[in-house]
């Protein structure tokens, strides 16, 4: 039984930073690859970035620059990172766990659990 509780976000200003935290229980994710994803209102759900076990990361084009991914083993923690915040990056951002690239999912990526989702909201 793997669970996942993301927090930090809210609601901040265009060019603001933001930090985001998933916790993880039931599981290390030493050996595990983790992932965040967001979803915008009507809008399918979107890769964002991944923290493959072996440390090596992907970035969707969107966030490159912006964004870092990392973790905390001994927090069995991973975090994201915002930096220059943009409207567009109004969305719910969702944790996974063990993360998979596949090639038949919509979204390329593929997540055994996912924590609740936090909203994130940046004003222009």
């Known amino acids: 039984q793997v669970q996942l509780v993301e927090s930090g976000g809210g609601l901040v200003q265009a060019g603001g930073s933001l930090r985001l935290s998933c916790a993880v229980s039931?599981?290390?994710?030493?050996?595990?690859?983790m992932g965040w994803f967001r979803q915008a209102p009507g809008k399918e759900r979107e890769f964002v970035a991944r923290?493959?076990?072996?440390?090596?990361?992907n970035y969707a084009d969107s966030v490159k620059g912006r964004f870092t991914i990392s973790r905390d083993n001994a927090k069995n923690t991973v975090y994201l990172q915002m930096n220059s915040l943009k409207p567009e990056d109004t969305a719910v951002y969702y944790c996974g766990h063990n993360v998979r690239y596949n090639s038949r999912s919509a979204i390329l990526y593929e997540a055994d659990y996912w924590g609740q989702g936090t909203q994130v909201t940046v004003s222009s």
């Open positions: 039931g599981r290390a994710i030493s050996a595990s690859s």
């Open positions: 923290l493959h076990w072996s440390g090596s990361t």
